[in-house]
């Protein structure tokens, strides 16, 4: 049985603990060297969320001293991480089937499908069994740890397509995020866990039997052997993950531990409406043909508010090249659905996908943002990388795909820099692969700031959101104004309404809001008539409630200010109504705002 939580990297952690408490002067450099010198047997490195979480638990034992704070200080992070406001925590699905049949797609099967097990992610989420409680409960230690507030959480839940997961799984799966979060509180109580664990330790076993021995190294042989590769795919992924652990767990019974009934989510989501660490955003991802407008309302009793959608190209004849299962006309439907019910939409696109080329993923990336039936509130781009798990590993060897060149892919990439519209978000411009998965192409995890040091050499810059935000920058209130931007989709006009002021770094975003107007009613009876505020977001460290913030965003009165506004204007527009998709955890303070609550949604009449 693997050893519970951090002993995994023991001796490593130790060693650099050992020299840190020697070492006359600490800083990020010597840490640094010591992470390099003491490489773990997988070649990743320890990370310094790990190391201090770490620490927190093996202080006074083991040869090292007892816990010094001080020690710990010097090596903490800035807090960039909760910079917007907000501590995110992801989470991973376990390894199941994808209905998709994506050739770009990593066949990682210890992994949900396209996530690959030496990504930190996807190896904090092995590391807990892919067990929601255990992750969301330790990653907010690690937060909590590094000095971060967690008393607003947005919990991101990756992996697969999250709509072909079992009902009965994905309730459980949330019920148990939120019960780590109601259990969680201020302060980290390693009894909760580790009692947790006592319970689940005979499920843990049992399932690891299924497919793991005692041996690490008998284990890797094992997981060679089953992987699936590019070159050869004789099997693939959906049917290795079924034969080594959906088919045994079903026979063994073990997937009654996974199951939750709605009664038991209400139950924990009505705890956390109050709780001290609040669930402010929970995303799903998932693909443009497996939502419908029984999926969307289903998603949102889950406590859904975004969800991230698989786009990848608008062109029908590049995503049957790279089989994507769906067309152009399912994700407009998407988007229609996701919209009219008050999601946020944070979409995938993909650049240098086979079939495309840069002029044509030029002009495709346009229409993300020209053609109403899209707009999406936030984006991550993946320009394609070759992974050797994937299909595109054949397409690569007959010659049939070639990765851009660095030239190539900084023109496509500027380009989408420039032509992404204000209201939008760019979340991530490159995913973040290891380089050793990479077989060819870009390696470069930094070409954001490469795409933008080159951009501003020619005088010009992106307007997207992350661009824009205040991200600690000084500013005098007294210079704080209003600026809206609209825009027309198919489905409704839409009023980006945001706060900025100048710096010395140019204007800069503090909050915004967004208020959707609907052109005709949508298909959930619940909104009818209404106006829609999709997001309301204010900017600045996550502070703790009640701490001392002079001219930080959070304590200006921004989100007051935004909500009377879409009052207003919603007013001014012939609407009744105001309803908001409100997350479980923002329940309270929007019935302080003057909300009653509906079925799934909070209204107010104007
Ligand atoms: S739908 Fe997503 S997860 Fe499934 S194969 Fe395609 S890219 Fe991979």
Request: hydrophobic content about 35%; proline content about 5%; some cysteine.
């Amino acid at each position: 049985m693997k050893p519970f939580y951090y002993t995994d990297h023991l001796k490593e952690v130790l060693t650099v603990w050992k020299a840190l408490e020697q070492a006359k002067h600490v800083d990020g450099q010597l840490l640094q060297k010591l992470i390099k010198r003491s490489p773990l047997s997988n070649q990743t490195l320890l990370s310094k969320t790990d190391l201090i979480t770490a620490y927190k638990q093996l202080a006074g034992t083991h040869g090292l001293k007892p816990y010094n704070e001080a020690l710990v200080k010097k090596i903490m992070m800035k807090p960039t991480r909760t910079i917007s406001g907000v501590a995110p925590v992801t989470v991973l699905t376990k390894p199941f089937p994808c209905p998709g049949k994506c050739i770009f797609c990593p066949n990682d099967i210890r992994m949900p499908k396209s996530y690959m097990s030496d990504e930190p992610g996807a190896q904090r989420a092995e590391r807990n069994y892919f067990d929601p409680y255990l992750q969301t409960y330790n990653r907010l230690n690690a937060l909590s740890v590094m000095g971060h507030p967690v008393d607003k959480v947005e919990l991101i839940i990756l992996g697969g397509t999250w709509s072909y997961y079992p009902e009965s799984y994905q309730i459980w799966f949330i019920k148990e995020c939120f019960r780590a979060l109601n259990e969680f509180g201020f302060r980290d109580d390693r009894t909760k866990v580790r009692s947790y664990y006592r319970q689940k330790q005979h499920e843990f076993e049992a399932r690891e039997q299924l497919y793991l021995t005692d041996d690490p190294k008998e284990n890797a042989k094992r997981f060679e052997k089953l992987q699936v590769h590019g070159e050869e795919l004789t099997k693939r992924y959906n049917q290795v993950v079924s034969e080594v652990y959906t088919a045994p767990e079903r026979k063994l019974g073990l997937d009654r531990y996974q199951s939750a009934t709605w009664d038991e989510l209400t139950a924990q989501q009505k705890i956390n409406e109050t709780g001290e660490v609040r669930n402010v955003g929970l995303v799903i991802e998932t693909r443009p043909d497996n939502i419908s407008k029984e999926e969307v309302i289903r998603v949102r009793k889950l406590g859904c508010t975004k969800t991230q959608i698989g786009v990848q190209s608008l062109q029908d004849s590049v995503l049957a090249k790279n089989h994507r299962g769906h067309d152009v006309a399912a994700t407009r439907h998407a988007f229609k659905l996701l919209r009219q019910a008050g999601f946020k939409i944070h979409a995938h696109w993909m650049a240098n996908l086979y079939g495309s080329d840069p002029a044509l993923d030029k002009k495709d990336y346009e229409l993300l943002f020209s053609d109403p039936d899209f707009h999406p509130d936030e984006l991550k781009i993946y320009p394609c990388s070759l992974i050797e798990s994937a299909e595109l590993m054949q397409y690569y060897q007959a010659g049939k795909w070639q990765p851009y060149t660095h030239q190539q892919l900084l023109d496509v990439l500027s380009h989408v820099l420039l032509a992404t519209s204000p209201y939008c978000r760019l979340t991530r411009v490159i995913r973040d692969i290891p380089s050793t998965d990479i077989v060819v192409g870009n390696k470069k995890t930094n070409f954001r700031q490469i795409a933008e040091a080159h951009l501003e050499k020619l005088g010009q810059h992106s307007h997207d959101i992350r661009a824009r935000e205040i991200r600690g920058e000084k500013f005098d209130p007294k210079y704080i104004k209003l600026k809206t931007v609209t825009y027309q989709t198919s489905v409704a006009e839409e009023q980006f309404l945001q706060y900025v002021v100048p710096t010395a770094r140019g204007e800069k975003l503090l909050a915004f809001l967004r208020l959707s107007l609907p052109k005709q009613p949508g298909f959930i009876d619940e909104l009818k008539g209404s106006a829609i505020i999709r997001e309301v977001h204010v900017y600045g460290p996550a502070l703790k409630i009640g701490a001392k913030a002079k001219k930080h965003a959070q304590h200006l009165g921004l989100g007051t200010r935004l909500m009377a506004e879409a009052k207003k204007r919603a007013r001014k527009q012939g609407f009744k109504r105001l309803s908001v998709i409100s997350a479980i955890g923002t329940r309270e303070y929007y019935r302080k705002k003057g909300f009653s609550d509906g079925q799934l949604y909070q209204h107010m009449g104007l």
